[in-house]
């Protein structure tokens, strides 16, 4: 059996935010496969070991720019956090969110063909990639242009929201975009929930709902009826398009209220929202040093 790691099963607590002995039982049944490990947690512990499953694994910034009912949030990407700090990576990323905003672009192509300066935007990209020695790249933008009204938040440049609003007070269109930056809802309501992320959560309650079953079996308790599984398996899915339908949600600032009753109670709508993580989705590269110095001697030898 494969040795398990204190720094395995700190690195399946960093994906998957499960407790360390959760972990490292997790690890131990898989034999130290990772992949499977996490697979184990998702079963037992349910949605608490996805809350962490994308990690940010990418550098860069988001930043959101508004003129009246005009805005974009954009995410720019830098191979390291230091070069995510300059001021001049900083000032090519708003300078990007302002030219979607006012020039609507179809596409990041589109974008990075808009005059800036005297050149394009791509041209002023690599002419900072040539100063700095490192590569970036614009990788996504969602425009807003609305009669309503727009509020946007930002935490520490790594996570960025924007929405689409109309309601009086414009202090509960920056709640709202505060909470989502924390809550990090995937839909406005549980039926806009994509239908594949439902059927990856309905597989993973069957299996718990099973695995549940067969374990009051062997303790010798009466089997559950298929009718009862299903009715479990439902509420399991209920409860999971709640937890992440920002309508229902109950509101980060008065967990007593959800946050349809209290944008009810503030005369308030949200037509839309777009929330960005940094490097969500992207697998970093690991570089191997051993293996690049072979290749250096190797090369040196032809």
């Known amino acids: 059996m494969a040795a398990i790691t204190a720094a395995m099963v700190g690195e399946l607590r960093g994906k998957t935010d499960a407790p360390m002995m959760e972990c490292k039982k997790a690890l131990t049944e898989a034999e130290g496969d990772m992949a499977r490990a996490e697979e184990i947690l998702r079963v037992k512990l349910g949605g608490k070991a996805s809350k962490a499953s994308s990690r940010i694994t990418a550098e860069g ?74 590569n970036m790249s614009i990788r996504r933008f969602q425009r807003f242009d609305t009669t309503a009204k727009l509020a946007s938040y930002l935490h520490n440049d790594r996570i960025g929201v924007m929405v689409d609003f109309d309601g009086a007070d414009e202090q509960v269109g ?13 839909s406005l309501s549980s039926d806009q ?11 993973v309650a069957a299996l718990k709902a099973q695995e549940d079953a067969d374990a009051a079996v062997a303790a010798g308790k009466p089997a559950q009826s298929p009718e009862i599984l299903a009715k479990r398996l439902e509420g399991s899915v209920q409860k999971y398009l709640k937890e992440v339908s920002l309508l229902n949600q109950p509101f980060v600032k008065n967990d007593k209220q959800s946050i349809e009753q209290m944008l ?22 690991q570089d191997d040093f051993a293996a690049e110095v072979a290749a250096q001697m190797a090369a040196s030898k032809q």
Request: glycine residues 6%.
């Open 264 to 285: 009810k109670a503030a005369n308030t709508t949200v037509k839309s929202f777009t929330m960005y993580v940094v490097g969500e989705g992207i697998e970093k590269k």
């Open 61 to 134: 910034v988001v930043v959101a720019y508004i003129a009246g009912g005009v805005g974009a949030l954009l995410e720019i990407n830098s191979e390291t956090d230091f070069v995510a700090k300059n001021d001049d990576f900083l000032a090519l990323a708003n300078n990007a969110a302002r030219l979607v905003a006012e020039n609507n672009p179809a596409d990041v192509a589109a974008l990075l063909a808009l005059p800036l300066d005297g050149k394009t935007l791509d041209d002023v990209r690599a002419a900072l990639i040539g100063k700095i020695g490192e």
């Open 174 to 186: 920056k709640d709202i975009a505060m909470h989502i930056a924390a809550m990090k809802p995937v």
């Open 193 to 203: 929930v994509p239908v594949e992320m439902i059927e990856k959560e309905r597989s």
